[in-house]
């Protein structure tokens, strides 16, 4: 959001603040699922909301920050659920079905369309990773590929087999230090091609699956999806690790 331009949205009643973006936003959306965000423009946001330029620009910068927030909330939200649901150490997404149905998917549906967000599919894949990465078995591949490194490493720099022609006379922080650079020159080899290889298969299909079903959401409903995304997807994936 801009900042406050000479404190007047701090004087601002909070309530009346709110309210406006929020109806701001609407009519933003209310354009934006009948046309991409190029074909957009403030003065059709403000006319369709019942405000000037002006206020407009004090809580946007410009047409794509609309956009830009509305996808920050669904991200937050999202996030929000999937904390809850995985604090246990495992998944469960049982009582988030009218949250995703009613503050998700209306949105999902037109960000991840024909004119949607390329930009909000990647940020939706890596912001959920790391609450999927651990029920799905991924970091045993890093830790694995870590130690055979640090092992390997170690014995090498106790051999006195240094880079950049350092001797068998470093001292034992030397000695850890140059560890450290050849396990950070290694990290990509094979095995972390493989993770992030896994873990692009993995996100990509997750999203796929979404999309398909907000392609064809008159099939199946929002506990059908999302039970089959726990049982079939990820459970069944933790099962094999």
Known sequence: MQKDKGGLMSRKNPEVTQETVRRLKEAFWGLYRLKPVEKISVREITDAAGYNHATFYLYFRNVRDVRDQIEDDLLNTRDRLFEAATGSGK?????????????????????????????????????IWPYL?????????????????????TAEVEK??????????????????????????????SEMVKRELAKEFFLSGMLG??????????????????????SELILRQDSHR
């Not at 029920?135 to 890093?142: R, S, T, Y």
């Not at 880079?163 to 080899?189: F, I, T």
């Not at 699956?209 to 726990?230: C, N, R």
């Open 160 to 189: 006195g087999q240094l880079p950049s022609g350092a001797g068998k006379g470093s001292d034992n922080g030397e000695k850890e230090r140059m560890r450290h650079d050849v396990l950070d020159h290694q990290q990509y080899d």
């Open 91 to 127: 998944i469960d997404l049982s009582g988030v079905f009218s949250i995703v149905e009613g503050e998700f998917l209306p949105y999902a549906k037109v960000l991840l369309g024909p004119h949607g967000d390329p930009a909000f599919e990647r940020a939706a894949k890596e912001r």
């Open 133 to 153: 990465e651990p029920l799905v078995g991924f970091p045993a591949i890093a830790d694995d590929c870590e130690e055979r490194h640090g092992l390997q490493v």
């Open 209 to 230: 699956v979404v999309k398909s079903y907000l392609a064809h959401d008159d099939v199946l409903t929002t506990e059908e999806v999302i039970d089959f995304i726990q």
